[in-house]
């Protein structure tokens, strides 16, 4: 039955794609260009709808799988509900965006109202985990402010790669399939659903969304799927131990190591850390003298590395594990020296190896 849902998911994307393109003209959802963008012309921008609208066919036709899989997690069939809803709200949000550009505040409001509902409404949410040589850490009353941080944070994480043609879509697909990977090793067969379904409607919008685009995701998409993404990885690895804890972050390496990133360059220039510029991962790839296309292979080949690694990661013992994550942390630093993603004098690493060889 979940193959039906993928294959119907997947369709229904290819065959709504081109009907949102239509209702975007119409209604003004469009992208003109200017000094950050790489697109020379208008284009329409609430692709994310299309994903949106074939994720809800596939799940309608798996829905009872679904509901008598949500025990595992020990949630109520108000989870995916409450997951259904928030999700609805953040399209709404995109959707509204990609008309008229509301506020980065407004945009705010939307996010948080869509994580309070899967906190409070679904019982989804970060309690506790457990750490090497100490035990058991309860997050007691942060657990609620930490869990709307991942998921605001991871969100927006999305929604800032989304610079270039499919290359948000694509990121996140390689996210999903790695969820799904990672739940199945996990026994986790309503993640792995969820993940499946996603990811199936989000190729399926890939081919409308790939350079040269026909149609963009927008804020529609873009917060969409960050959403998703946080909440299922939420689902995925809550109350587990810390080594676990990392592996969605592991997982989401692209995205999460370019708002990272893109935080320090702005405090480093002392502008404020929400100010848009035109410094991050895919610019400076373009700006080495990548074309579009071959940037978005490389991004996309540094998000199937994370999520090999998120794989690996899973597998391993708990030294194994830490040398790992200092393996990572250290690859992570010097490509970002050498490309410049935190500055262009932003060089702490490679200047200690410089002084260290003199």
Do not use: C
């Not at 043609?165 to 739940?183: E, P």
């Amino acid at each position: 039955m979940l193959y039906v849902s993928l294959i119907a998911a997947f369709v229904a994307s290819i065959l709504l794609t081109p009907l949102v393109k239509r209702l975007a003209f119409r209604i003004g959802a469009v992208d003109a260009p200017n000094y950050r963008k790489v697109h020379a012309k208008i284009m329409p921008r609430l692709g994310g709808l299309a994903i949106f609208l074939a994720f809800l066919i596939g799940v309608a036709m798996l829905y009872p799988f679904l509901i008598n899989a949500l025990p595992r997690l020990k949630i109520s069939e108000y989870g995916l509900i409450a997951i259904i809803i928030g999700a609805a709200i953040i399209v709404a949000t995109g959707v509204v965006d990609d008309m008229r550009e509301i506020s980065a505040k407004a945009k705010m409001l939307g996010q948080l109202i869509a994580a309070l509902i899967v906190i409070f409404v679904g019982g989804i949410q970060i309690d506790y985990i457990n750490l090497p040589f100490i035990g058991e850490l309860d997050f007691g009353f942060l657990s609620i402010p930490l869990t709307i941080l991942w998921i605001v944070g991871i969100t927006n994480a999305i929604n800032l790669i989304d610079g270039l043609d499919g290359l948000a879509a694509g990121v996140s697909s390689i996210a999903l399939i790695t969820l799904a990977g990672m739940a199945i090793i996990m026994n986790n067969m309503f993640v792995l659903a969820i993940a499946a379904i996603l990811a199936a409607a989000t190729i399926g919008f890939l081919f409308y969304n790939f350079h040269p685009a026909k149609i963009f995701m927008g804020d529609t998409g873009a917060l969409f799927l960050g959403f998703m993404i946080s909440v299922l990885a939420l689902l995925g690895f809550k109350n587990v131990t810390f080594i676990s804890l990392i592996i969605p972050v592991i997982m989401l390496g692209v995205p999460i190591s370019d708002t990272f990133f893109a935080i320090v360059r702005r405090v480093r220039m002392k502008k404020k850390w929400s100010d848009p510029d035109k410094s991050h991962l895919h610019h400076r790839l373009l700006d080495m003298g990548f074309t579009h296309r071959q940037t978005v292979l490389i991004i996309y080949g540094i998000a199937m590395m994370f999520g090999l690694a998120a794989i690996i990661f899973s597998m391993a013992k708990l030294w194994g594990a830490i040398l790992l994550i200092a393996v990572i942390l250290t690859a992570i630093e010097i490509f970002v020296e050498v490309i410049g993603l935190a500055g262009k004098n932003y060089k702490p690493l490679l200047n200690f190896v410089r002084i260290f060889n003199k």
